[in-house]
């Protein structure tokens, strides 16, 4: 089974930019349709982006335009660019991979706190 290590998280000043990464070892990613989700203090998790075992992506409404979900698969590892950062991005943001079998492997979060 994959194991995701998400990094690049942080603290950043409103209009900022972070490139959170999620290295998947164990496995080769492009078995998996890969996402990113977040959690806010009170809030449940959404889903923020994702990408398919195809390369196909889709974004929540919230980030379209300011977030860029992107893979390398020599390096294994799924990423996310963010632009344009408010203070409402402000979460933990969880690395997710999935199976068609519909097995679900989650990483353990990186925190991104937006100051304003």
């Known amino acids: 089974q994959v194991q995701l290590v998400e990094s690049g998280g942080g603290l950043v000043q409103a209009g900022g930019s972070l490139r959170l990464s999620c290295l998947a070892s164990g496995s080769l990613l492009v078995l998996y349709d890969m996402s990113w989700y977040r959690q806010a203090p009170g809030n449940q998790r959404e889903l923020v982006a994702g990408i398919t075992k195809g390369g196909s992506t889709n974004y929540a409404d919230s980030v379209k335009g300011r977030f860029a979900i992107s893979r390398d698969i020599v390096k294994n590892t799924v990423f996310l660019q963010m632009n344009n950062l408010t203070p409402e991005d402000t979460a933990v943001y969880y690395c997710?991979?999935?199976?068609?079998?519909?097995?679900?492997?989650w990483g353990k979060g990186t925190l991104v706190t937006v100051s304003s």
């Open positions: 997710r991979g999935g199976r068609t079998n519909g097995m679900s492997y």
